[in-house]
């Protein structure tokens, strides 16, 4: 069963697993189109299995090859469809575990974040990279607010709440967050 398909990949289950595969780029050379799409499928793999290792929720991988990924199949609810002010503190958590590890997720939405067994899992590392600058911790979680403030109502509190979450595990929370201001200012003015 196919669950999306989308510009870097395609998303299905077989007996329960998820199956994650890059697709190919008719664009770019054939060689360098399947060194490209191993190499990410490679650091996506990774960036999961460190995030788990912080302390983070993410699906369990099973296998990964070539450009394909096998992992737990999470059927769960996205958090876009039961967000609320609690489930916004446990995100900040998550999201502070994971810049202490010096993780970025680089698509923190709602949408990314799952509620399976009661526990919140990370997905999708597609984009994540390791990074420790105020920088790119400021626009990951400027990513997440404006996510907030497109899909939800009550966005001002579900922010509120995130940053508890946030100041309690990570010790830079508050230069971060004074950043994401000054990205908001920057967004503004472009």
Partial sequence: MYLTSGAEATVRVEDDILIKERVPKNYRLRELDERIRKER?????????EARRAGVPTPIIYDVENCTIKMQYLDGTALKHV?????????????????????????????????????????DFGLSFFDSSTEAHGVDVHV??????????????LID??????????KHADEVLERVKEIEKRGRYA
């Fill in 161 to 170: 709440a995130f940053c508890r979450g946030y100041r309690q595990e990570f």
């Fill in 41 to 49: 499928t490679k650091a996506e793999a990774r960036l999961l299995s």
């Fill in 144 to 157: 997440l607010f404006q996510t907030f403030e497109s899909t939800h109502s009550n966005h001002e509190k």
């Fill in 83 to 123: 967000i609320d002010e609690d489930l916004s503190e446990q995100i900040g958590i998550l999201v502070a575990r994971l810049h202490e590890a010096g993780i970025i997720h680089g698509d923190l939405t709602t949408s990314n974040l799952i509620l399976f067994n009661e526990k919140i899992y990370m997905i």
